[in-house]
Nanobody, 121 residues
């Protein structure tokens, strides 16, 4: 599956953004989809994931502020980000794996190109 992320931009602290990831391929619905992010000088970290049944898992750092969702009919996975903080600034990547929900980066076989999110204070 090929992935294309979009929706990043510049927003003030407290604001919202919605990221979207479009996937190609007829087997999208069987994949676990996830969002990771990477800030300058830091490791890429897990943000949220959703499995084929719609079960979700969010990192503690974003729980209550971010929500992952998917639309299997349109092959998309979104990340709604509310109450954004400057520390959310990063390049956000969508990823796919054929296994279950995991926070382990190397478990994800397919990656999108990333979209920049910048939160100003």
């Amino acid at each position: 599956v090929q992935l294309q992320a979009s929706g990043g931009g510049l927003v003030q602290a407290g604001g919202s953004l919605r990221l979207s990831c479009a996937a190609s391929g007829r087997t999208f619905s069987v994949y676990t989809m996830a969002w990771f992010r990477q800030a300058p000088g830091k490791e890429r970290e897990f943000v949220a994931a959703i499995d084929w049944r719609g079960r979700t898992y969010h990192a503690d750092s974003v729980k209550g502020r971010f929500t992952i969702s998917r639309d299997n009919a349109n092959n998309t996975v979104d990340l709604q980000m509310n109450s954004l903080k400057p520390e959310d600034t990063a390049v956000y990547y969508c990823a796919a794996n054929r296994g279950g929900v995991t926070v382990v980066r190397r478990a994800y076989e397919n990656w999108g190109q990333g979209t920049q999110v910048t939160v100003s204070s």
